[in-house]
């Protein structure tokens, strides 16, 4: 479950680097995680969280 927000699901997102002569290659975007101690369930836990979701307040951080 690497690279994937725990609270929206973010994930990695694929495409295309496109230089300026139009030659393509694979390249992916993966989202801002960050590793924080979160309530879970009434416990604390340590869970993968995007800055989105941690700046809306999405989660409640364990002190």
């Known amino acids: 479950m690497?690279?994937?927000?725990?609270?929206?699901?973010?994930?990695?997102?694929t495409g295309f680097q496109v230089s300026h002569s139009h030659i393509r290659t694979k390249r992916t975007w993966k989202?801002?995680?960050?590793?924080?101690?979160?309530?879970?369930?009434?416990?604390?836990a340590r869970i993968k969280v995007c800055t989105r979701c941690l700046r809306s307040g999405k989660v409640q951080r364990a002190s």
């Open 2 to 13: 690497a690279n994937v927000c725990a609270i929206c699901a973010k994930g990695v997102v």
């Open 31 to 44: 989202p801002n995680l960050q590793s924080v101690r979160a309530i879970v369930n009434g416990t604390p």
